[in-house]
């Protein structure tokens, strides 16, 4: 089962695509994962039509059975969090428009998942994915490795279900 993973944001998309090679069993394969990234210059209304133009690519390329998604749940600044909405409701419109199912996680589910413990550290969780994927180092950025845990926090979750 091929799953497409997403960490959102108006500036950054992060994506990662993994396969579950064996349902109900810890075989992953690391297919593809990147940031699609919008031009600080471009309109609220460009950016999230790149993002979603970008998406319709990368579903299309990986014909992902199922997409999961960072759910926000917590933030410091409104100012950022709106943008984040925004970027979310484009990656969901995107889902339900090419009919993938759409699963999500916090931060701390995913933190909690992957690592067994929900504060650790952002370090600790891409160690970790490194490691489960057998990938020689870790994914940059930041937001690229933040959407394959995503996606393997979906498999992981599945397993202990």
């Known amino acids: ?19 579950n090679l064996v349902e109900g069993k810890k075989k992953f394969k690391h297919i593809e994962n ?65 009919k993938l199912p759409i699963f999500q996680f916090t931060p701390l589910q995913v933190k909690l998942i992957v690592t067994g413990f929900g504060k650790a550290e952002k370090k600790e969780v891409q160690k970790r994915i490194t490691k489960i994927l057998k990938l020689k180092e870790i994914p940059k950025p930041d937001d690229a490795a933040d959407a394959l845990a995503v996606a393997l926090a979906f498999c992981l979750k599945k397993e202990t279900v």
Not at 1 to 19: E, F, H, K, Q, S
Not at 45 to 51: G, W
Not at 87 to 92: P, W
């Open 1 to 19: 089962m091929i799953i497409l993973g997403i960490d959102p944001g108006t500036a950054t998309t992060g994506y990662g695509v993994i396969d």
């Open 34 to 98: 990147g940031i699609i990234k919008t031009p600080p210059t471009a309109s609220a209304p460009d950016r999230l039509c790149m993002i979603n133009a970008q998406l319709v690519k990368i579903i299309k390329k990986h014909s992902p059975e199922i997409l999961v998604l960072e759910k926000l749940f917590f933030f410091r600044n409104l100012k950022t969090a709106l943008p984040v909405s925004q970027a979310i409701g484009v990656v969901m419109f995107t889902a339900a428009k090419n």
